[in-house]
């Protein structure tokens, strides 16, 4: 395997005289053998960025390297990188055993009897041995997936390139496939481009997550970094289900405050704000504490709005105003067995270690919240 960089890449595209700019000064270092997930919103350029690496589409600026060389400039077929696509691209009019030979046939110079060695022995690491003599259209799409996966893996290449490969397949079946390709990675030991909307993939199965808006690289990280010290306020709404909770306020004397409550600072949180004017508070669904009475500065009386029972928890919409015609809720993630129920008068504390705080005006992180509780927790679970 090899380490895969790239650097200001670039890609505009003309539309109907308009400058699309799709990737914009990506500029990105994977190791070898890191799985790194690409995520972001639909059209902010995953695919674009990815179809570069392959060579499936030429940046107008900017490199890719593999373990140090150029690759900006090779064929698709010569950069020793194999992709797995959303749909699968699989040759209907070729057996599974087709389609995993023909990349080898087409590009190398191995012998018959070498190629059949390596598609078996792919074709057992993906279990589709039994499938090996039907066509695509004999297949369901899980086992579609799998051979798509045996297909780029019988090729051994230097780096894999993977565009939402689980979005055709059912909730199962991706959760399924989800750890199954983390594993096989793992035991590949195979660098891994992955493209995904879907931030649950990017935080079960990255290495490190690259969260891209607008064409901009946003942050790089390990996921539990890009969830618990995010870089910016896109980045802090994007990862995390439910979405962090966000208030805009402004900075006085009293601390932060809107029409709905102020939100008291110690010192040290009031110094990291200090110059801004507006200021968003973030607060995550699940450290919004439902508790019995006001006993701290931090804690306010809401009104149940609307409860979501998901079994192992419920998320609790909570609102300042109720009688608003469409009231602004926040979220409380709270245990499943909590009883509450919409139109409860409760009282919410919004702790402060626990908050986010960011420049209304461009987003920028002033302060995330403090990971002494978050380590402590994390240290708490680790083997004796
Ligand atoms: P999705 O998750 O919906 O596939 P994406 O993040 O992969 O989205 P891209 O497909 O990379 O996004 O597209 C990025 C931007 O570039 C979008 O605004 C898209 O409309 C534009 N774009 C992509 N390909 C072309 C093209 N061939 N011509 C013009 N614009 C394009």
């Known amino acids: 395997m090899a380490s895969l960089e790239l ?26 053998g890191e799985f790194l997930v690409l995520v972001g919103p639909s059209g902010c350029g995953k695919s674009t960025t990815l179809r570069i690496v392959a060579g499936l589409e030429s940046a107008t600026a900017g490199d890719v390297r593999l373990d140090g060389e150029s690759i900006a400039d090779r064929r698709p077929q010569d950069r020793d990188v194999a992709m797995v696509f959303q749909d699968y691209a699989l040759y209907p009019h070729m057996t599974v055993r087709g389609n995993m030979r023909f990349g080898l046939e087409e590009s190398t110079g191995m012998s018959d009897a070498e190629i059949d060695d390596r598609v078996e022995e792919a074709a057992a690491l993906m279990d589709i041995t039994e499938l090996l003599e039907r066509k695509p259209a004999e297949l369901s799409g899980g086992q579609q997936q799998r051979v798509a996966l045996g297909r780029a893996i019988v090729r051994d290449p230097a780096a894999f390139l993977m565009d939402e490969p689980l979005a055709n397949l059912d909730a199962k079946l991706r959760a399924q496939m989800r750890t199954e390709l983390q594993r096989l990675q793992e035991d590949l030991d195979a660098t891994t481009m992955y493209v995904t909307h879907d931030q649950t993939e990017a935080m079960t199965m990255g290495d490190r997550i690259a969260i891209l808006n607008d064409g901009k690289l946003q942050q790089v990280g390990t996921p539990l970094e890009c969830y618990h010290e995010p870089a910016n306020l896109f980045v802090a709404g994007f990862i995390g289900e439910p979405s962090m909770n966000f208030f805009e306020l402004s900075l006085g004397d009293e601390g932060l405050t809107s029409e709905a409550f102020t939100y008291p600072l110690s010192e040290e949180t009031r110094a990291a704000v200090a110059g801004a004017d507006r200021v968003v508070l973030g607060v995550r669904p699940e450290d919004v504490d439902l508790v019995p009475e006001r006993t701290d500065a931090h804690d306010y009386e809401v009104v149940v709005d609307v409860v979501e029972p998901m079994g192992d928890r419920q998320n609790v919409y909570l609102t300042f105003e109720p009688d608003a015609d469409e009231p602004e809720t926040f979220v409380a993630a709270v245990g499943g067995m909590a009883s509450v129920r919409a139109g409860d008068r409760v009282v919410a504390r919004l702790p402060e270690e626990a908050i986010h705080l960011f420049d209304a005006s461009d987003g920028t992180v002033l302060r995330n919240r403090s990971l002494d509780a978050v380590e402590e927790t994390e240290l708490r679970t680790e083997p004796e």
């Open 7 to 32: 650097d200001g890449v670039t890609k505009t595209f003309r539309d109907d005289g308009d400058r699309i700019v799709a990737v914009d000064d990506f500029s990105l270092d994977i190791a070898d």
